[in-house]
């Protein structure tokens, strides 16, 4: 949150992983671009649509997608209409 980025990474690799600092500097630029604080629901909310549309919260999950799925090490489940 703020200038403060919060994430899952194996023990030794925090900070070493380029791709994945990358994607969360992205969600840091999201947070700002949404005034704070209002971005944890918007963030709530889009990872709701996407546990509906998927049974996953990144697939369709706005922010995530436009931080860039992969380098968040996350795989993009398809709806079944797209595949």
């Not at 380029?18 to 963030?43: D, I, K, M, N, W």
Request: glycine share 12%.
């Amino acid at each position: 949150m703020g200038n403060v980025v919060l994430y899952r990474a194996a023990h030794g690799v925090a900070g070493r992983n380029e791709l994945l600092l990358a994607h969360e500097e992205r969600h840091s630029t999201q947070y700002a671009y949404c005034l704070g604080l209002p971005f944890l629901v918007f963030y709530g909310v889009a990872a709701g649509w996407s546990m509906l549309r998927t049974g996953n919260p990144a697939s369709r999950n706005f922010f995530e997608r436009q931080a860039g799925l992969a380098a968040g090490g996350y795989i993009d489940h398809r709806i079944e209409a797209e595949a």
